[in-house]
């Protein structure tokens, strides 16, 4: 079964500044994806960012990017430019590629991001 | 991508009470499911809402505690039966709307039972 561990349960940066949080995964799996999380305290679950496994360009969208190394099994999550919007828990989630759509999310324990004037 | 309205947002049960949460998507989706997120913790599967059939259930989780329906691509309700404190947690519902899609998620619900 894939797991997904994100090590960090809190960090905080200051407001501008730029903090990476971290996702190692474990899967025998070639094909799959890759996706980052944020759920502010409005519960809401929005997508940051996704990664598809055959790709080796890292995602970015705008101020976030991500570091993607396959062999290591690793995905972290760059934030440039912080801002105070940007408070939220951030949950790494990985996708096996299964083909008609019954594929299921297996998700991290997230990171409490914090994002201080 | 797609917009699930979920309610209600929150509400406060007894114990031994029911409670139906309704997911309506504004455009046909493949797939639909339902989370459970206890407080602080991550999102654990529940179930795989699936249109016209049974609902797939995770290990853990059963239909008569937690009765799924899925009448067509744009509408899910998840019940929670015979409630205890226990199952006070946040219950979010999420769709995709093809393979290899990001999922989207409704606002979730807040749970707490007294």
């Known amino acids: 079964a894939q797991t997904v561990t994100q090590s960090q349960p809190e960090m905080s940066v200051q407001e501008a500044e730029t903090v990476t949080l971290s996702c190692t995964y474990d899967?025998?799996?070639?094909?799959?994806?890759l996706f980052w999380y944020k759920q502010p305290p409005s519960r809401q679950m929005i997508l940051v960012i996704r990664?598809?496994?055959?790709?080796?360009q890292n995602a970015t969208e705008n101020r976030f990017s991500v570091n993607f190394q396959k062999a290591a099994k690793s995905f972290s999550l760059k934030i440039s430019d912080s801002q105070l919007g940007d408070t939220a828990m951030y949950f790494c989630?990985?996708?096996?590629?299964?083909?008609?759509?019954?594929?299921?999310?297996?998700f991290g324990k997230g990171t409490k991001l914090t994002v201080n004037p | 991508s797609a917009v699930i309205s979920q309610k209600p947002s929150r509400d406060i049960c007894q114990r031994g009470t029911s409670l139906t949460i309704q997911c309506q998507v504004d455009?046909?989706?493949?797939?639909m499911f339902w989370y459970r997120q206890q407080p602080g913790q991550s999102l654990t599967l529940i179930a795989t809402?699936?249109?016209?059939?049974?609902?797939?259930?995770e290990s853990g989780f059963v239909i008569d505690k937690f009765p799924i329906s899925r009448p067509n691509l744009t509408f899910s309700t998840l019940t929670v039966s015979n409630m205890s404190p226990e199952d006070s947690s946040i219950y979010l519902c999420?769709?995709?709307?093809?393979?290899?899609?990001?999922?989207?998620f409704g606002q979730g619900t807040r749970l707490t039972v007294v």
């Open positions: 999420s769709g995709r709307q093809g393979a290899y899609t990001e999922a989207f």
């Open positions: 990664q598809e496994a055959y790709k080796q």
């Open positions: 899967t025998s799996e070639n094909n799959y994806y």
């Open positions: 809402a699936n249109q016209g059939s049974e609902a797939t259930y």
């Open positions: 455009s046909q989706v493949t797939m």
């Open positions: 989630a990985f996708m096996k590629q299964l083909g008609g759509g019954s594929e299921k999310l297996v």
